[in-house]
T-cell receptor, first 113, second 110 residues
Framework: DVKVTQSSRYLVKRTGEKVFLECVQD?????MFWYRQDPGLGLRLIYF???????EKGDIPEGYSVSREKKERFSLILESASTNQTSMYLC????????????FGPGTRLTVL | DQQVKQNSPSLSVQEGRISILNCDYT??????FLWYKKYPAEGPTFLIS?????DKNEDGRFTVFLNKSAKHLSLHIVPSQPGDSAVYFC?????????FGQGTRLTINP
């Protein structure tokens, strides 16, 4: 059974803190994605990665960075958290060339105070 | 600039009836369209897809229709069941990534 796990279900941080969100997949997928989900805006792509050490900006990369040192792990970093980064963060993975069928983790609800 | 739009934030349907969820897109270069379903506290799960070269794809109770000239797709669920209550996201694939709509919350009433 395919599985994408995210390090935390709920996270509360203060403005200015550095925040790490971790995502691990056990399907040997090449592609990994980070989205944020906000009411009325749907899922918006922050960053994605085709392979280890590779990254591509999505539609809303500002204020975020990513790291992919191992194939199974994709980290999202908020260098200096702000209140407008309060959101649900979803990680996903897919096979190479198959960005259509993505497998999602359960999400991390991040609140920045 | 929203390339994929779901204009109905919510939809309420009687159990056993047909549910129709709609989605519009602007980019004619999209080559694949998908529907994902999301329950609370879970990540979205893939439901059904359609290639841009087709106009219909059916999988059990779920059928997706694509009208390329109108840049419109729809998801039909028949008959609707209580377990279908969820948020449904339309998505379009282009350049090795997906663009999602805003989502429609479907509620099936007994």
């Amino acid at each position: 059974d395919v599985k994408v796990t995210q390090s935390s279900r709920y996270l509360v941080k203060r403005t200015g803190e550095k925040v790490f969100l971790e995502c691990v997949q056990d399907m040997d997928h090449e592609n990994m994605f980070w989205y944020r989900q906000d009411p009325g805006l749907g899922l918006r792509l922050i960053y994605f990665s085709y392979d280890v050490k590779m990254k591509e900006k999505g539609d809303i990369p500002e204020g975020y960075s990513v790291s992919r040192e191992k194939k199974e792990r994709f980290s999202l970093i908020l260098e200096s958290a702000s209140t407008n980064q309060t959101s649900m963060y979803l990680c996903a993975s897919s096979l190479a060339g198959r960005a259509d069928t993505q497998y999602f983790g359960p999400g991390t609800r991040l609140t920045v105070l | 600039d929203q390339q994929v739009k779901q204009n109905s934030p919510s939809l309420s349907v009687q159990e056993g009836r047909i549910s129709i969820l709609n989605c519009d897109y602007t980019n004619s270069m999209f080559d694949y369209f998908l529907w994902y379903k999301k329950y609370p506290a879970e990540g979205p799960t893939f439901l059904i897809s359609i290639s841009s070269i087709k106009d219909k794809n059916e999988d059990g109770r779920f059928t997706v229709f694509l009208n390329k000239s109108a840049k419109h797709l729809s998801l039909h669920i028949v008959p609707s069941q209580p377990g279908d209550s969820a948020v449904y996201f339309c998505a379009a694939q282009g350049a090795q990534k997906l663009v999602f709509g805003q989502g429609t919350r479907l509620t099936i009433n007994p």
